[in-house]
């Protein structure tokens, strides 16, 4: 833990050891840590000169040094010195560091955008291979500090499908605002209707359209990464990094005019019992719904949430109940128009 505040882990195991006694020796403190007292007193003698620990009282014998001169170093204790006062400045000389490192990071990146060899006037990169595919999209979704936009298309190919789940729930643990469309045929895949129920859970706002025109990351609407066809660079996945710019400002555009137009899909997010006087749909009936409004067959819904048709059907005439409907489009009608999706 203090090693992020510059410590060495001799010195966290003797800061550690002295916040449960009032004061101890460095005898004391080799017994306790398995560290050779020879190794504490120097450690103790670096400490004290950083204002960590101080001299609580003289020792009361001596042992004999080099050439047998006495020496006391073993038997003085140290007590330690108020954290809020002695950790204080490892504090600021950490921030001050950050600060400057975050400098220099944002100096990198101009200065990178401005001499890459695969620019385009500093506004798009060219990434070519499956490594340094999966590694750029990893950077995007793992620095994104506000907001990540997916379009999620067909299987994935640079980067698996778990390595994927693993940086949604990175970003989702940060408070990142995560919104995905997805087209259709995404939910073939198998185990995704798992995974994405997991992430709907976890906060990760998912819609659904019948197509899309390409797969698509952006980050923070500073940055965006879109793949190429693979028949323009031998074979091998590629992609291209946009920076801001006025291309960049027409995918996120692109972006909300599809999520304006898709359907959401919603997840049951326990076990509920569904109610037969209730004037709203359950959660599980929401998820029917969703599926069913993305132009699913009830064979293809009930293989995606796990239910039989049976369960489907009687969840799609509870629904059509409540809507008073006649048909999937009035019921479709009566949705939009109740606020159910």
């Known amino acids: 833990m203090l090693e992020a505040l510059g410590l060495g882990p001799m010195e966290e195991a003797i800061y550690t050891a002295l916040?449960?006694?009032?004061?101890?020796?460095a005898h004391d403190l080799a017994r306790q840590t398995g560290i050779a007292s020879a190794e504490i007193i120097c450690v103790l003698a670096d400490m004290e000169t950083r204002g960590l620990v101080a001299a609580a009282t003289q020792p009361d014998r001596e042992e004999s040094g080099p050439a047998g001169q006495p020496t006391r170093s073993a038997f003085i204790r140290y007590r330690l010195t108020p954290p809020s006062v002695a950790l204080a400045p490892f504090l600021v000389e950490r921030r001050n560091a950050l600060h400057q490192a975050e400098s220099a990071f944002s100096m990198l990146i101009e200065q990178y955008r401005s001499t890459a060899v695969h620019s385009a006037g500093g506004v798009v990169e060219v990434v070519v291979g499956v490594e340094e595919v999966a590694h750029r999209f990893h950077q995007l979704q793992h620095g994104a500090r506000r907001e990540l936009l997916i379009f999620l298309v067909g299987a994935p190919v640079a980067v698996p499908r778990e390595d994927t789940d693993i940086s949604e729930s990175f970003a989702l643990d940060r408070g990142v605002d995560f919104r995905v469309v997805a087209a259709k045929d995404y939910l073939d895949g198998p185990d995704v209707a798992r995974d994405v129920r997991a992430a709907l859970t976890a906060g990760m706002e998912l819609r659904l359209v019948d197509s899309l025109p390409l797969k698509m990351v952006v980050s923070d609407r500073e940055r965006a990464m879109v793949p190429l066809d693979m028949a323009d660079t031998g074979g091998e996945p590629s992609a291209i990094v946009v920076h801001r710019s006025g291309l960049l400002t027409a995918l996120v555009h692109l972006f909300e005019k599809e999520w304006a137009q898709a359907r959401p899909l919603h997840t049951a997010t326990g076990v509920r019992a569904e109610?037969?006087?209730?004037?709203?749909?359950?959660?599980?009936?929401?998820?029917?719904?969703?599926l069913l409004l993305a132009g699913f067959s009830d064979r293809r819904v009930a293989s995606q949430l796990g239910l039989s048709i049976?369960?489907?059907?009687?969840?799609?005439?509870?629904?059509?109940d409540l809507a008073k409907a006649d048909s999937r489009l009035q019921l479709g009608w009566h949705a939009a128009r109740a606020g159910w999706l």
């Open 19 to 25: 916040m449960a006694q009032p004061t101890a020796s």
């Open 275 to 290: 109610p037969t006087v209730d004037q709203q749909p359950t959660e599980g009936e929401l998820e029917v719904l969703a």
């Open 310 to 320: 049976r369960t489907v059907e009687r969840r799609t005439r509870r629904l059509m």
